[in-house]
């Protein structure tokens, strides 16, 4: 009995929030921005993936797929999505239903929030899914290559951990400077540099310019991988780097040019990161998302309505 009360009391409680997150779903689905955003990225796949047909491997052909949702372009209507709830004329309407109806402000925002995650998550699901698909089964001229199951689905999860956090961050921006154009300028020049500046370093866990060099390592990743092989691969890595360093030093000290680097593969091919940690990109991507989050509704939450 009293278990029955607690879940009609729950249910009561998501009432609120259930009733907005189906309303702006609606809405989103429905705006010309969503719309033209899933036909466009279901374009640029298809180009980029009969493209790049005959001379990529299914690793570097699937990393190159998930660049234009890490770095560019779609990072602008990922953006835009995150900014236009909690800013402009959304924010003068949302007032009034807040003052005038029984709904708390975290509700809202939650609410709002999640819409946008579900809207973004499930077109670059839609699009990606089939196109993963159809690139490992099909019988392409290009020599087979060690894709697995949990490389896929892993990708898959870090990618969309990545959308979720720039929702994120378009939430907060939104919520602290209140103006969707001015909110989405800064979110730009801010984001862009430090991303780039981050990859000179190689972080994929703070840098989608380099997590998306980083996808074909992780796409031929098994669920088996021992920590004693990704530790070896990470050491090998180091020496090779330690290595390249040392050489170049000396050839500094005694008046010459340093040795030019050896290009390893095309830019979606690389073993620089073959010490690619999934539990380090989640925690990377993964903290400052609720953080983003957080500071979004402790800032709405003070707001003068």
Do not use: C
Not at 16 to 39: E, M, N, Q
Not at 50 to 71: E, H, K, M
Not at 132 to 144: E, M
Not at 162 to 189: D, E
Request: charged share 15%; no cysteine; hydrophobic share 50%.
């Amino acid at each position: 009995m009293d278990s029955g009360v607690k879940i009609s009391k729950t249910g009561t409680r998501m009432m609120p929030y259930l009733a907005i997150l189906r309303h702006d779903l609606g809405t989103l689905w429905k705006s010309r921005l969503v719309r033209l955003w899933l036909g466009g990225t279901a374009l640029l796949t298809l180009l980029l993936a009969t493209g790049n047909w005959g001379r990529f491997q299914d690793a570097p052909l699937i990393a190159s797929l998930q660049f234009p949702y890490l770095v560019f372009p779609w990072f602008f209507v990922v953006a835009v999505l995150g900014v236009s709830p909690v800013s402009g004329s959304h924010a003068d309407s949302l007032a009034d239903g807040i003052l005038s109806r029984p709904v708390s402000r975290w509700e809202y925002l939650l609410a709002t929030w999640s819409a946008r995650v579900v809207v973004v998550l499930s077109v670059y699901l839609v699009v990606m899914a089939p196109a993963i698909l159809v690139i490992t089964l099909a019988n392409r001229p290009v020599a087979a290559d060690s894709v697995s199951v949990y490389g896929i689905i892993s990708v898959l999860f870090v990618v969309g951990l990545v959308q979720t956090f720039l929702v994120s961050l378009g939430f907060l921006f939104g919520t602290l400077l209140r103006r969707s154009l001015l909110a989405i300028v800064v979110l730009v020049f801010l984001w862009y540099p430090i991303s780039f500046i981050l990859s000179i370093f190689s972080l994929e866990q703070f840098s989608p310019v380099s997590l998306s060099r980083a996808v074909s390592t992780q796409l031929r990743q098994s669920w088996r991988q021992s920590e004693e092989e990704a530790e070896a691969a990470a050491n090998m890595q180091d020496m090779e780097q330690f290595s390249q360093q040392m050489s170049d030093f000396f050839s500094r000290l005694s008046g010459g040019q340093p040795k030019p680097r050896t290009e390893k593969g095309d830019f979606f091919e690389t073993k620089e990161f073959a010490d690619f940690s999934l539990w380090r990109v989640s925690l990377g991507y993964g903290l400052p998302t609720a953080a983003a989050v957080f500071l979004a509704m402790l800032s709405f939450y003070w707001r003068d309505l």
